[in-house]
Nanobody
Framework: QVQLVESGGGLVQAGGSLRLSCAASGRTFTTNRMGWFRRAPGKEREFVAAIRRSGGTTSYADSVKGRFTISRDNAKNTVYLQMNSLKPEDPAVYYC??????????????WGQGTQVTVSS
């Protein structure tokens, strides 16, 4: 099992920045990628960004490209999401996820509890 704990959410003004952190523990060696998803009220959960554990290849949703940056510190088993130029459409609960090494690229096995991001206009 892998446990994921997010932190760093909060209230920020439009145009501002926040950095989310996701600390992983447990059998982290069984995962090969980590990602961020978000769910806004009344909407489906959507992919935000992902990073591979080895090599650091990243991918982003079109809606956040150029504004958000995902990074990882394997020594600390922590993944970050730097969010800049936050927009009114970015507020959501942001979830960290990890993919099992034996799963498909779009299969996310482990999930955190989420952290709320609110953007004021």
């Amino acid at each position: 099992q892998v446990q994921l704990v997010e932190s760093g959410g909060g209230l920020v003004q439009a145009g501002g920045s926040l950095r989310l952190s996701c600390a992983a523990s447990g059998r982290t060696f069984t995962t090969n990628r980590m990602g961020w998803f978000r769910r806004a009220p009344g909407k489906e959960r959507e992919f935000v960004a992902a990073i591979r554990r080895s090599g650091g290849t990243t991918s982003y949703a079109d809606s956040v490209k150029g504004r958000f940056t995902i990074s990882r510190d394997n020594a600390k088993n922590t993944v970050y999401l730097q969010m800049n130029s936050l927009k009114p459409e970015d507020p959501a609960v942001y979830y960290c996820a990890a993919g099992w090494v034996g799963g498909s690229a779009d299969e996310w096995t482990y999930w955190g509890q989420g952290t709320q991001v609110t953007v004021s206009s």
